[in-house]
């Protein structure tokens, strides 16, 4: 029996849950064994929280019949235990650049391309690094910058496909602006507006320093104060500028706040804190959730300007895992590219790597609303059912197509990291 | 003195010395280490001895601001927290007849700390928010036409956050110092004609020195080394020494984050050093 029929068979097992039946129609019995191995199993996938979820964990854990607990930390939370405490992790999410600091420290396993079963439905963004027959940005680390490296047990990344990858992507997205249209009044489609001092006392802005500082450059550059060579790797001119500007804002009062977390930029919104923000588009759905409207930018590209920032998360192997652990990590990824996940991250607004198997865990309806950006064509519900908009809305910034074709820069870690981070500080305490 | 008296001092040390020494000293060792090594910039740590994290923290006007915007907190909250406290806790010692009620609403004072410092924090900002009870409250009353801006994500809120948090911090040692001075003295004193401030100024202050003592290490040690509050109800307006060096980690910058955590510790240390030269809370304690 070779080991694919052998896990053919297993699946059935758990999936029907008569494992006994099952073992008596399989011949050699062998699926009751891996049954019994695996079920001891525990997979620990630490990550960032709109990322990792416990809803997807306890679907893989139900399907696959081992454990899989769910850990969250913010982003810098986890990239630090990735690295000082890498046999605490079995699968690591990470963003491009944590998969590139991961494979440099050596805390990762190359995953093999040929056992990823989705691997040739990929989205071309992650195999060419284009999309629709444009290239993608490469402003900051695309998820096709940090994707492949050179052998198993490479300490350097391979530019391009190769038999090793870092990671497997399992959820992206483009993030914007989100703003209250019925205070603004017209509809916001370039990032100067967030630094417009017609909203002076009203805005806020990510404070996440390597983040934050993309959405502050992206709003310089559309204002025509600042030009930048590459927003993802600035000079320590351009941070300069960046800073000074953002510094000026603060003090003429520009800032109401800024926010870190998802429920921050959700509160500040909702309780008219802020009319205009840097935003995620969850968040965004989450404000009109709670009735209050709330738009989500289109930014679209235009003259060189503009664009969404867009980030990528994926799953990477610890380098520890080994035997039926590892094993059991395969599987876990492959089931997370079977279409269940990614439904249910669409759902919230956020893409699939490999639309045609989320595709057909979606309502027609669903994928019409979130992919192909046509109007609801019945009332849309989150991943847990709760009632979001109603039919006949369309999304914020158009189709999956409109949104990824226009990321003009992607999350990062730029060279400068320190001193960004110094002048970051530098804006808060002013 | 006795190998005996030596022996028995060593196992009083003992319990202090085994959580100390795994949870405190030796931690602190390693951030000394890697406070004087160089790094690659992304996490990764050369053996190499240099006195740069230093130099850069020293030579950087940016570490300057910082100490100064903790301090502005720390003093305030000191201020406000050992007034309020002093208060309190006075009330309760020589106000309220009963021991048992006193007991009683002592207890009281520490029901609001049944719940988390973060519930505590941002149960504020509904209340001090634009459209929060306070300025919709005000504004329904018609005594502003804006709301109040600076009641949220501001110094004001923090401090408001603060105070409401370490109150008890003071409470608590102040009551304590204050229950242990002898009525007897106060009843002795109005007998000689002393007035009220006179026994304030004369008995109760000096004998709950002590007492503000210790709650003003407690204070200044939690806001020194606090960079939750400061984030969250300014709105990120203003920065913090840890929220600094939080950020630094969150970049791999290990050594000069280290370099920051052991000024600050020093800091913080002189700062304690300096209270206990005003009070010596030893003796009076053993008094």
């Given at each position: 029996?070779?080991?694919?029929?052998?896990?053919?068979?297993?699946?059935?097992?758990?999936?029907?849950?008569?494992?006994?039946?099952?073992?008596?129609?399989?011949?050699?019995?062998?699926?009751?064994?891996?049954?019994?191995?695996?079920?001891?199993?525990?997979?620990?996938?630490?990550?960032?929280?709109?990322?990792?979820?416990?809803?997807?964990?306890?679907?893989?854990?139900?399907?696959?019949g081992f454990k899989v607990t769910m850990q969250n930390l913010d982003t810098s939370a986890s990239i630090n235990r990735f690295i000082t405490q890498p046999n605490t992790v079995d699968i690591a999410d990470l963003e491009g650049w944590q998969a590139k600091l991961a494979v440099q420290r050596g805390v990762i396993q190359g995953i093999e391309t040929k056992r990823v079963k989705e691997f040739d439905n990929f989205l071309p963004i992650f195999t060419k690094g284009e999309f629709e027959g444009a290239s993608i940005s490469r402003e900051g680390i695309s998820p096709y910058e940090a994707l492949y490296m050179e052998g198993k047990d490479s300490t350097s990344l391979h530019d391009?496909?190769?038999?090793?990858?870092?990671?497997?992507?399992?959820?992206?997205?483009?993030?914007?602006?989100?703003?209250?249209?019925?205070?603004?009044?017209?509809?916001?489609?370039?990032?100067?507006?967030?630094?417009?001092?017609?909203?002076?006392?009203?805005?806020?802005?990510?404070?996440?320093?390597?983040?934050?500082?993309?959405?502050?450059?992206?709003?310089?550059?559309?204002?025509?104060?600042?030009?930048?060579?590459?927003?993802?790797?600035?000079?320590?001119?351009?941070?300069?500028?960046?800073?000074?500007?953002?510094?000026?804002?603060?003090?003429?009062?520009?800032?109401?706040?800024?926010?870190?977390?998802?429920?921050?930029?959700?509160?500040?919104?909702?309780?008219?804190?802020?009319?205009?923000?840097?935003?995620?588009?969850?968040?965004?759905?989450?404000?009109?959730?709670?009735?209050?409207?709330?738009?989500?930018?289109?930014?679209?590209?235009?003259?060189?300007?503009?664009?969404?920032?867009?980030?990528?998360?994926?799953?990477?192997?610890?380098?520890?895992?080994?035997?039926k652990k590892l094993e059991a990590a395969y599987e876990y990824i492959n089931w997370y590219m079977s279409g269940w996940q990614g439904a249910f991250v669409s759902r919230y607004g956020y893409y699939s790597p490999v639309p045609s198997t989320a595709k057909k865990h979606m309502s027609a309806a669903e994928y019409a609303y979130w992919y192909e950006?046509?109007?609801?064509?019945?009332?849309?519900?989150?991943?847990?059912?709760?009632?979001?908009?109603?039919?006949?809305?369309?999304?914020?910034?158009?189709?999956?197509?409109?949104?990824?074709?226009?990321?003009?820069?992607?999350?990062?870690?730029?060279?400068?990291?320190?001193?960004?981070?110094?002048?970051?500080?530098?804006?808060?305490?002013? | 003195m006795s190998p005996g008296r030596n022996l028995v001092g060593w196992l009083n040390v003992t319990p202090l010395l085994l959580v100390l020494i795994p949870f405190f000293v030796i931690p602190i060792c390693v951030v000394l280490a890697v406070s004087f090594v160089e790094t690659d910039g992304f996490g990764g740590l050369y053996p190499v001895f240099t006195l740069d994290n230093y130099a850069m923290l020293f030579r950087s006007d940016l570490t300057l601001r910082l100490y100064a915007a903790t301090l502005k907190f720390t003093l305030l909250t000191l201020l406000f927290t050992s007034v309020i406290g002093f208060w309190v806790a006075y009330f309760l010692v020589f106000h309220v007849r009963s021991k048992l009620i006193a007991m009683g609403l002592f207890l009281v004072?520490?029901?609001?700390?049944?719940?988390?410092?973060?519930?505590?924090?941002?149960?504020?900002?509904?209340?001090?928010?634009?459209?929060?009870?306070?300025?919709?409250?005000?504004?329904?009353?018609?005594?502003?036409?804006?709301?109040?801006?600076?009641?949220?994500?501001?110094?004001?809120?923090?401090?408001?956050?603060?105070?409401?948090?370490?109150?008890?911090?003071?409470?608590?040692?102040?009551?304590?110092?204050?229950?242990?001075?002898?009525?007897?003295?106060?009843?002795?004193a109005l007998d000689a004609g002393a007035s009220r401030l006179d026994i304030m100024r004369m008995i109760i202050l000096p004998m709950s020195r002590s007492g503000i003592a210790l709650g003003a290490i407690f204070v200044t040690s939690i806001v020194m080394g606090d960079f939750f509050v400061v984030k969250v109800m300014s709105g990120g307006g203003t920065a913090s020494v840890v929220g600094a060096f939080y950020e630094d980690v969150g970049v791999l910058q290990y050594p000069t984050a280290a370099a920051s955590a052991i000024v600050l510790t020093l800091v913080v240390m002189l700062l304690v050093a300096a209270i206990l030269r005003v009070v010596d809370i030893r003796k009076e304690i053993t008094q």
């Amino acid at each position: 029996m070779t080991k694919e029929k052998n896990k053919l068979s297993r699946r059935q097992v758990l999936k029907t849950g008569a494992g006994a039946a099952a073992v008596a129609a399989s011949p050699l019995g062998a699926p009751l064994i891996w049954a019994q191995e695996i079920k001891d199993i525990e997979l620990r996938h630490v990550g960032v929280s709109y990322s990792v979820v416990k809803a997807i964990g306890d679907q893989a854990a139900k399907d696959l019949g081992f454990k899989v607990t769910m850990q969250n930390l913010d982003t810098s939370a986890s990239i630090n235990r990735f690295i000082t405490q890498p046999n605490t992790v079995d699968i690591a999410d990470l963003e491009g650049w944590q998969a590139k600091l991961a494979v440099q420290r050596g805390v990762i396993q190359g995953i093999e391309t040929k056992r990823v079963k989705e691997f040739d439905n990929f989205l071309p963004i992650f195999t060419k690094g284009e999309f629709e027959g444009a290239s993608i940005s490469r402003e900051g680390i695309s998820p096709y910058e940090a994707l492949y490296m050179e052998g198993k047990d490479s300490t350097s990344l391979h530019d391009g496909v190769s038999d090793w990858m870092t990671n497997v992507p399992q959820v992206y997205n483009a993030d914007s602006i989100g703003y209250r249209p019925d205070l603004v009044g017209h509809e916001v489609t370039e990032w100067k507006e967030l630094i417009d001092p017609k909203f002076s006392g009203k805005a806020g802005i990510l404070d996440v320093p390597a983040i934050g500082i993309m959405d502050a450059a992206l709003c310089m550059e559309s204002a025509g104060i600042v030009s930048y060579g590459n927003k993802g790797n600035m000079t320590r001119e351009e941070i300069d500028m960046t800073i000074d500007k953002l510094i000026e804002l603060k003090r003429a009062g520009h800032f109401r706040s800024t926010w870190t977390t998802f429920d921050q930029s959700v509160q500040l919104m909702a309780a008219g804190e802020v009319e205009i923000q840097s935003m995620w588009s969850p968040a965004v759905a989450a404000v009109r959730v709670k009735d209050i409207p709330c738009t989500y930018a289109a930014v679209n590209k235009k003259d060189g300007k503009e664009g969404y920032r867009g980030w990528c998360n994926g799953m990477g192997l610890m380098k520890h895992l080994e035997g039926k652990k590892l094993e059991a990590a395969y599987e876990y990824i492959n089931w997370y590219m079977s279409g269940w996940q990614g439904a249910f991250v669409s759902r919230y607004g956020y893409y699939s790597p490999v639309p045609s198997t989320a595709k057909k865990h979606m309502s027609a309806a669903e994928y019409a609303y979130w992919y192909e950006g046509k109007p609801a064509p019945e009332p849309i519900t989150d991943p847990y059912g709760v009632p979001m908009e109603p039919a006949g809305t369309v999304r914020d910034g158009g189709s999956f197509i409109d949104r990824v074709t226009n990321i003009s820069c992607w999350n990062t870690l730029m060279d400068e990291a320190a001193y960004m981070n110094k002048r970051w500080n530098d804006f808060k305490v002013a | 003195m006795s190998p005996g008296r030596n022996l028995v001092g060593w196992l009083n040390v003992t319990p202090l010395l085994l959580v100390l020494i795994p949870f405190f000293v030796i931690p602190i060792c390693v951030v000394l280490a890697v406070s004087f090594v160089e790094t690659d910039g992304f996490g990764g740590l050369y053996p190499v001895f240099t006195l740069d994290n230093y130099a850069m923290l020293f030579r950087s006007d940016l570490t300057l601001r910082l100490y100064a915007a903790t301090l502005k907190f720390t003093l305030l909250t000191l201020l406000f927290t050992s007034v309020i406290g002093f208060w309190v806790a006075y009330f309760l010692v020589f106000h309220v007849r009963s021991k048992l009620i006193a007991m009683g609403l002592f207890l009281v004072c520490t029901v609001p700390f049944w719940t988390s410092n973060i519930v505590r924090m941002i149960s504020w900002i509904p209340l001090l928010g634009k459209e929060g009870l306070i300025n919709t409250g005000l504004q329904g009353v018609g005594i502003i036409n804006e709301p109040l801006e600076f009641l949220l994500f501001s110094s004001f809120s923090v401090v408001v956050a603060y105070v409401h948090q370490l109150t008890i911090f003071m409470i608590v040692p102040i009551f304590n110092s204050m229950a242990r001075i002898d009525k007897s003295v106060v009843e002795a004193a109005l007998d000689a004609g002393a007035s009220r401030l006179d026994i304030m100024r004369m008995i109760i202050l000096p004998m709950s020195r002590s007492g503000i003592a210790l709650g003003a290490i407690f204070v200044t040690s939690i806001v020194m080394g606090d960079f939750f509050v400061v984030k969250v109800m300014s709105g990120g307006g203003t920065a913090s020494v840890v929220g600094a060096f939080y950020e630094d980690v969150g970049v791999l910058q290990y050594p000069t984050a280290a370099a920051s955590a052991i000024v600050l510790t020093l800091v913080v240390m002189l700062l304690v050093a300096a209270i206990l030269r005003v009070v010596d809370i030893r003796k009076e304690i053993t008094q």
